[in-house]
């Protein structure tokens, strides 16, 4: 699973004769990159014969090796947060939403907005969460698994009558002055 380094772990194997024990240890196992992906190299050096009854009769032939391994997409759970807004005409939300299973590792940052299903006054409304992590990996480091919010709710907006005067059509003629009477 991504944890942001390359450290890998490995078992050694050798061709040591069957039946006779060897004990195998390295100092340094590393993939290429930190990031998602499948079949990736691994250079595993600094291999050494540590022990086994039989460790005196073998000689490594090298101090190192290489194999593939997959890293796999780190899971997290992304909430969005119940939230209340006065009418705007708009469905943005100004909370946050918020990891609720899973960590970020390493320098990795959140880039998550959430919005509100409508724009129209009501209760009960579905706060939805989006976004992805900056992970130098386009995301891709992390399987994301977003749960909206059912408790969001957006109140009327209180309004002003503006008073003014109105004059008809009938009293104006072009240009908006008044006519006379004679």
Known sequence: VYDATQTASTTLSSDELAGDVLTLAYSSALFSDAHVGNAKPILVSGISITGGADAGNYVLATTTATTTAN????PITVTAQADTKVYD???SSLATPTITAGTLVGSDTAQFVQTF???DVGTGKTLTASGAVQDGNGGNNYAITFVPDTTGSISWRSIAIIGG?????ASRRAGGTRRRSA
Not at 71 to 74: G, K, L, P
Not at 165 to 169: A, G, I, K, M, N
């Open 71 to 74: 890293i796999t997409a780190r």
């Open 89 to 91: 005409a708009a469905t």
């Open 117 to 119: 299903d409508t724009k």
């Open 165 to 169: 005067s109105r004059r008809s059509s």
